[in-house]
């Protein structure tokens, strides 16, 4: 695997990581606070913030396919 291949995974992987902890913070944020090692009995986060969350995750996802694609389709490389 190339080196680009290769950042586009862990990016890919990020994103899947983002997506799975807002999306457990939108179900449970008292207990995603709860592993907030600095302030485990604060007030759990906005919901906006696990939304923000969930974005973030999916453009890091999305984010390296789209480059593939736009690289393909500028080197004239459409099928492969």
């Keep these: 695997m190339s080196k680009v291949g290769c950042a ?6 990020l994103g ?5 902890l807002g999306v ?3 179900f449970d944020p008292q207990g995603a606070q709860a ?5 485990p009995f ?8 696990f939304v923000s ?3 973030v995750g999916l453009l ?5 396919v789209f480059l593939q694609y ?5 080197s004239g490389v459409e099928g492969a």
């Design 35 to 39: 592993a907030n090692d600095n302030d």
């Design 42 to 49: 604060g007030a759990p986060p906005s919901v906006w913030f």
């Design 60 to 64: 890091l996802m999305v984010w390296p």
């Design 24 to 26: 457990l913070g939108l």
């Design 53 to 55: 969350q969930i974005i």
């Design 8 to 13: 586009w995974a862990v990016t890919g992987v």
């Design 16 to 20: 899947i990581i983002l997506v799975s």
């Design 70 to 74: 736009r690289i393909k389709r500028q």
